[in-house]
Every structure is written in C-alpha cells, then in structure tokens.
C-alpha cells in the first residue's frame, strides 16, 4: 500500500458523519437523514453533491451519507470533491470556494516597521499555521494594528498547505446562525463551524450579543476545547479577557485561558491606517 493509500485509508477510518445527502421535504426545510429513501442510490447522491461542488469533508477526503440502517448502501462513503481533483491547483481552488474567505492578504504584505510590538502577532500565527503553537490562538489588540490582515493571511497560508479553512467574522456568523433559524438549518451550521478542521473567527465580541449568541458561542469554542488536538482556532478582537468574560461569560473566556490548549498573543501598537495617511 502507498502512503498515500495508507493517509486516505486512515482518513476514511477516521472519517466523522457529514451529511451531505440534504434531502429537502415538502415544506421547504431539510429533512432528517435517517428520512432519506430507501431507493434513493448513493451513486444518484454523489451526483448532486458533485453538482454543488463544494468540498466538505474538511481534509479526510471522503464524505458520507446518513442511511436508515436498512438502506442497502447503509455504511458506504463517497470521494469528496477535493480527492478526486488530480491537480494542486485544483484541489486548493475547492478549498478557496469553501472557505469563505473574501479579501486576500499575505504575511509578506504585513509591515511589521508601522508596528514592531505586533511582530509576535505575526510570528505566531505564522506558527499556527504551521502547527506549531498550541491549537487555539487569539490576537488581542486595538482596532487597525493588523489582527484581521493576520487572520486572513492564515487562512490563505493553510489552503496554500493544501488544508481546508473556514473563515467568519464574527458579525457574518451571527447573521448567518439568524438566517438559519428561519431557513431551518441553524443545527447544520453550528455543526459545520464547530467541526472545522481549521476555523478562523475575526473580530470576536464586536457582534450584537444576547443570551442566544453567547449560549452558541461557548457551544462552540467548547467543543474545539475539548477536541483541540485535532482542531486548530484563530481568534482575533478588541477586547481583553476580562471584557470578553462579560460579553461571552466566563466558561467561553476560561478555555481561552487555559495555557495548555490556548495562546494569547497581546498586540500592542498603533492604528496603522493613522500612519499611512
């Protein structure tokens, strides 16, 4: 068996249920999985997700599908999009349509000379791009030293690794949980940032925050606590510990805290859109 053989064999071992059948009932909303026709083929399921050609299988290369247990292709997996494409270049513009990333910046194009108290900002999220740090880290600093530059940088760093990114600001994020709820498709997207092999949230806490958005917020970054080893978080924002402790309440904060999992990078400089005028 080939190496690579040998990553997708492990991959598809190791592969978490994703769905991706997303069959829609009479009322316009998503029906459970375990609805979906018994004469309802995998090979006609490839076919529409192929169509949609979105990449969701966040790098294990394989999807599935939520067969009832009778299902006669109950148990069998599908290649993802990004595993079938036989070119790099490719495969990484998939990752780019699912990574929801907008602006494009470089780490080259970060001029640590308007700011040198950010340069470990930038040094570290180069190291998290890399693996290299704890798996959850968080720019903390005022407004226009460069976190969302360095946030964005990341994300293209790791779709340039090959890996799959998924990138919100935090405002975006909550606008699309509310669109969710009146689609019917909120648990999806929850699941869906919660699960992201490399998640990146810019701008933490400036959102409009209740009881609802804290509530899935801590739902979020608990769960990526929790499975930190195989989930990496890049957090930025303008608030320290102890004002986030009051917009996002303290258990969220707590994991942010927590040394072993986290790293908290505080970037003290000036508006660099002040000096560039």
Known sequence: MTKRQD???????????KCSCNQVGDTGLT????????????NELKSEFYKRNVCNCEG????SFHFPNEHPDFGKY???LCALESTTASRKEILVKASNLHDRKMFEDYDTNLN???????????KWVNEKITPILMLYGQTGVGKTHLAVASGWAKI????PVLFYTATELIRELQSGVSKGNLDKIIDNVKSAQNLILDDLGREYTSGWTTAIFHEIIDYRYNKHVSLNTLI???????????????PVVSRLKDFTASSVVIMDGDDVRLKKR
């Not at 990553?7 to 249920?17: A, D, I, R, Y």
């Not at 340039?160 to 890996?163: A, E, I, Q, S």
């Not at 930025?236 to 303290?250: F, V």
């Open 7 to 17: 990553v997708s064999q492990n991959n598809k071992e190791n592969l978490e249920s």
């Open 31 to 42: 029906v459970p999985c375990n609805l979906v026709p018994l004469d309802k083929r995998i």
């Open 78 to 80: 599908a290649r993802c």
């Open 116 to 126: 040198p108290e950010c340069k470990e900002g930038l040094d570290m999220a180069i």
């Open 160 to 163: 340039g690794l090959g890996k």
């Open 236 to 250: 930025t924002t303008n608030h320290s510990l102890t004002e986030l402790e009051k917009i996002l309440g303290i």
């Open 60 to 63: 294990l290369e394989y999807i």
